[in-house]
């Protein structure tokens, strides 16, 4: 069947694309324009038609892109029209007229072009990861997957333990002959060099899920010492009340930021203090549990007695213009005024260093989904138990762990039973993607 949809966001626009895949893709194009002959790859001006009445829809371009030459392997038709709700919906329904055309599914396009070999999982994965990158990290990583860095780091790894395989049933079949001695000791060696790249690649994956997620900062400190201000201030607008009344925050109010190209959700809470409310003691409670998830912690004072350096946190110091000038400073605390506005650059500038610090070395193959770094522990669990099989007496068991990490490479990369990964990874796609 041949799907159509609108591929760029909707709304009011100067352009907007509607996209088509399949057989029939260059037959509806041609009930629309009459008279056009379409090379494949090049644009054409045309005047598109209502299929049935023939009244004039739109002036735009049409290009034609000819299977196997287009993103999803099969033929393929962009129309490249006005943008506007009243112009893509007309033409949107004018395709609905022809009778062999229907609605894409949301992500059928880039499902089509997995199950045409145009892109592994790892890349429709990083083609979801590159449509909602929000920062200039997530982007270069999302564009290192798409090129194929993933696939390649995990392909070479298949193509290893087949190599490894191989090697042992060269063994069983020739096992009256004499084969060198040491066989058993190479191969233990080659199993633990691809043991110690695969453990080095999903101790990178913490760092991965966290830049595709973000990087997390909760704001803690007793009611009224300015957490509201701060996020507010964070944020460039107003996300939390800010009151001077005690306990206003009852929940967790989260703020989306991009520093230094990362993506860093800073969270503020309820102030920490003993509270009969229930209501005030169930944000409490979630301000704790906040504290838990959270990568780095900014815990903010007014009083600088009660100033308390710990691990992961960073110690501010606010409304130092109602301090007197006599308090004894810290270097590792940070003096700020949120109202004054005073030494939020500094804040700032810690939280990028902090940040910046949690990625010494990004590579090309940090491991950004969670199923990636479960992946490749099951398949360190089968060379393990492969390695604690004796290769001389038992040889058909340990290729049979080898061929299960080869398996659950073919899961990571799509080549293998990936059914329960797709509707989830295209859950997240839009219709015209």
């Known amino acids: 069947m041949t799907i159509y949809a609108l591929s760029t966001a909707p709304g009011t626009a100067g352009l907007a694309v509607i996209r088509l895949s399949g057989p029939r893709s260059l037959e509806a ?39 196997p030459k287009s993103f999803t392997g099969e033929d393929v038709v962009e129309l490249h029209i006005h943008g506007g709700y009243a112009n893509t919906t007309t033409m949107l329904s004018a395709l609905s007229q022809i009778n062999y055309l229907r609605l894409a599914e949301q992500g059928e396009f880039t499902k089509r072009a997995f199950v045409n070999d145009k892109l592994d999982l790892t890349g429709i994965e990083a083609l979801g990861d590159l449509i909602n990158a929000q920062t200039e990290q997530q982007h270069e990583q999302a564009l290192f997957h798409m090129g194929g860095s993933l696939s390649k780091l995990y392909l070479s790894w298949r193509k290893k333990l087949i190599e490894l395989t191989a090697l042992i049933e060269v063994e069983l079949d020739f096992a009256d002959e004499d084969l060198p001695a040491d066989i058993s000791r190479n191969l233990y060696k080659k199993i633990d060099l691809i043991i110690h790249e695969m453990e080095a690649h999903i101790a990178e994956s913490n760092q991965g899920e966290i830049l595709r997620e973000g990087f997390r900062i909760v704001i803690i400190g007793e009611p009224n010492v300015g957490k509201s201000s701060l996020i507010n201030l964070l944020a460039k607008r107003d996300v939390a009340i800010v009151s001077d009344i005690a306990g206003t925050t009852r929940d ?51 009083n600088p007695e009660k100033v308390n350096l710990k691990e992961r946190h960073i110690a501010v110091l606010n409304k130092i213009d109602l301090i007197k000038d006599n308090y004894k400073k810290q270097d590792q605390v940070i003096s700020i005024s949120v109202i004054n506005n005073i030494g939020i650059d500094l804040l700032i500038d810690k939280i990028e260093k902090i940040v910046k610090d949690y990625f010494p070395s990004k590579s090309e193959t940090i491991p950004t989904h969670a199923r990636y770094r479960i992946g490749v522990e099951k398949i360190i669990q089968s060379l393990i138990a492969a390695k604690k099989i004796n290769l001389f007496s038992d040889s058909e068991l340990v290729v049979e762990e080898l061929r299960s ?15 329960e990964y797709l509707d989830v990874i295209f859950r997240e796609f839009c219709i015209g993607k």
């Open 29 to 67: 194009l041609n009930i629309l324009v009459k008279n056009k002959v379409f090379v494949p790859g090049n644009f054409i001006r045309c005047n598109f038609s209502h299929p049935t009445n023939k009244k004039l829809l739109d002036r735009g371009l049409a290009v034609y892109f000819k299977e």
């Open 252 to 302: 967790a109010i989260e703020v989306n930021l991009n520093i230094a190209g990362f993506p860093v959700i800073i969270t503020d809470t309820a102030g920490l203090r003993e509270s009969k409310d229930e209501i005030e003691k169930l944000g409490i409670d979630l301000a704790y549990s906040k504290i838990k998830e959270s990568n780095a912690i900014i815990e903010i004072f007014t």
């Open 405 to 419: 990490g080869i398996y659950e490479i073919g899961r990571l990369t799509g080549t293998v039973d990936v059914e």
